[in-house]
Every structure is written in C-alpha cells, then in structure tokens.
C-alpha cells in the first residue's frame, strides 16, 4: 500500500509539470517575458566634445540581476560585469563610440546601443604618444607613434622619454613622416636599456617649405610589456621644439603612454 501511495505523489507531480507555467519574468517560456534591455544613464551626450581623456558612464537594465559589458570603438569587448558604471581612460584625440550591451543571468543578451563623442584634451604645440593606452599580454610588442600636435613651423625636435626598464623594454625606434614631408628629414635616436632612458632628436633641412605646420609623426617605438601589471613611458620635461629660425617654440604639453595587461 505505502508504495502504491508513492507512486501516486510521483505522478501528481509529473502531471503538474506538464501543466506549469513560469513565473520568473526572465524565463523566455513566460508568456509575459520581456527580453533584457539596457539604457546609458549618464556620460557624454551624442556628438558631445571633451576637453578630458577621462570619461564615466553609468547604466542601467530592466532587471536587477543583470549583467553589462562595454566596448570603446573597435576594442575588444570588457568582460561582464554587474557595475552599474565604467570609467575609460587614457582616451585618444579624435572620434570616439562607447558601446553597451546587457544580459540575463540566462544567457539571453540585450540590443546593443551606443553614444558618439569626441576628444579634445590636448592643445598645441604638444608632444603626444598615440595610442595613449596600449592592453599588452606580457612579452607583446606594440608600437607607439609620437606626434607633434597641433604645431606651426616645426622644423625640429629633441626630447627625452623615460621609462622603466623591469616592466618595459623599448625594441625598436623609426623615423616619422613629419619632417620628410617638408624637406630632407635628419633622424637620431640612443636608447639606454639600463636606466630606461630614449633620446630622439629629429629635423628637416634644404626643404621647399619653411617648416612642418599640422599634426604628424615625428617617430614611431616599437615596446614590450617585460612583466604583468601598468607601466608608462613619459617625457623627462625638457622637451624642444624649434623653428627654421632655431628659435624655441613653446610647448604647451608633453603626454606619455600608458601600457597595461588585458
């Protein structure tokens, strides 16, 4: 009798599933489902200009428990996180798009939606390494270009990088396009592995034109990231821009580069 009883509790709850119907809102098999959605709360506004390289975004969903993952232009995607905000930094001149996308604890992934702006933070006559911010496994080469930003008559340059040479290893340095655009291009550059230490000087002489007016490339460094964690190449201050003349051009900034692991 106590097993015919049993089977009747296992069969009442067999017959039970067949007839249930969910009540988790984010089950898709709710007839009242509503797929995950996302909106950016705060943050740049559509074709906003910024004169910061340091941008928050804050965010929200429709549930909770979900889950959010950014992207800043062609980057690769973050990982997910349920932060309701993300601080990017170290963010190029130019054009700009911030990306969002959402998820359920289920797997199922909101629309992705995005906002457009752009970066002007730095003024001229700078120095300035592009990319700002290199994401290097460690052992990976990378390549920074230095740019004159912004500059009137350049007709040459000299200036000192420092960095440190546990956490990075400069491989190689080229010229740039800068000066070779307005004359016979003249290129030196000495690097000190002990201490850290990258000098450059670069110039055009017996050009057509006076000097190099614009933003160009003065040189290009080919680094590797030597150990995990952040490091940075910078500039040592005593930076030189000079005219055709040979007189001093003012230097309104010198902005290094930022290297860090994924």
């Known amino acids: 009798m106590k097993h015919v009883y049993n089977l009747f509790i296992v069969l009442f709850f067999l017959t039970c599933a067949d007839e249930f119907v969910p009540d988790n809102p984010i089950d898709p098999d709710n007839p009242d489902y509503i797929p995950p959605i996302v909106s950016i709360v ?32 062609s980057n690769y995607w973050s990982g997910w996180i349920s932060s309701l905000s993300v601080t990017l930094d170290y ?25 457009s702006f752009a970066i002007d933070a730095v003024s001229g006559p700078a120095l300035l390494f592009f ?50 655009s307005v004359g016979t291009p003249i290129f030196f550059y000495e690097i000190d592995p002990g201490i850290g230490k990258l000098t450059i000087t670069a110039a055009a002489w017996a050009g057509d034109e006076l000097g190099f007016t614009g933003t160009g490339v003065i040189a290009e460094i080919d680094a590797v990231l030597a150990q995990n964690g952040n490091t940075t190449i910078d500039f040592d201050g005593d930076e030189i821009f000079r005219n055709p003349d040979n007189t001093s051009i003012n230097i309104s900034e010198a902005v290094g580069g930022f290297m860090t692991n994924p």
């Open 42 to 73: 705060s943050g740049p506004t559509e074709g906003e200009t910024l004169s910061t390289e340091s941008v928050v975004f804050t965010f929200s969903g429709n549930e909770e428990s979900m889950l959010f993952r950014t992207r800043l232009d």
């Open 131 to 180: 990319p700002r911010r290199h994401t290097a496994a460690t052992g990976q080469t990378v390549t920074y270009q230095v740019l004159a930003e912004e500059v009137y008559n350049l007709a040459g340059t000299e200036f000192v990088l420092d960095y440190n040479p546990s956490k990075l290893v400069v491989e190689a340095v080229r010229e740039g396009t800068l000066f070779s």
């Open 91 to 115: 963010i190029d001149e130019g054009d700009h798009t911030f990306y969002l996308q959402g998820s359920y604890t289920t797997g199922d992934t909101s629309e992705i939606v995005s906002i």
